[in-house]
């Protein structure tokens, strides 16, 4: 079965740090770019990050620059999301996903008729004192 799962979220107070885990089960991430993506309640799907198959590109939302890391690790089959610096407006459900392009991860919140392969369930971060 093809899966993505997230882990790693939780309860962090302003300022602390967490680090997501995004594991690929059935299929080889390899040949496939990953992405970060979260949403609040309320609010639309937003592009937190995303890095190429090889890992020697990556992008990041403005919102998150200087203070997320978005990494992989091929040979365990995982992806990282790094956050530091955490502000309570990070709390949301974030979401790693991945598609063979990694043009389709960076627009596919701005573009509806863009489809990503392989989608997570989620992890909860919620940032709070």
């Known amino acids: 079965q093809v899966q993505l799962v997230e882990s790693g979220g939780g309860l962090v107070q302003p300022g602390g740090s967490l680090r997501l885990s995004c594991a690929a089960s059935?299929?080889?991430?390899?040949?496939?770019?990953i992405g970060w993506f979260r949403q609040a309640p309320g609010k639309e799907r937003e592009g937190v990050s995303c890095?190429?198959?090889?890992?020697?590109?990556?992008y990041y939302g403005d919102s998150v620059k200087g203070r997320f890391t978005i990494s992989r690790d091929n040979a365990q089959n995982t992806a990282y999301l790094h956050m530091n610096s955490l502000k309570p407006e990070d709390t949301a459900t974030y979401y790693c996903?991945?598609?063979?392009?990694?043009?389709?991860?960076?627009?596919?919140?701005?573009?509806?008729?863009?489809?990503?392969?392989?989608w997570g369930q989620g992890t909860l971060v919620t940032v709070s004192s």
């Open positions: 890095i190429s198959s090889s890992g020697s590109s990556t």
């Open positions: 996903a991945a598609d063979p392009k990694l043009h389709s991860l960076v627009v596919v919140t701005t573009d509806k008729n863009t489809h990503v392969e392989v």
């Open positions: 059935g299929f080889t991430l390899d040949y496939y770019a």
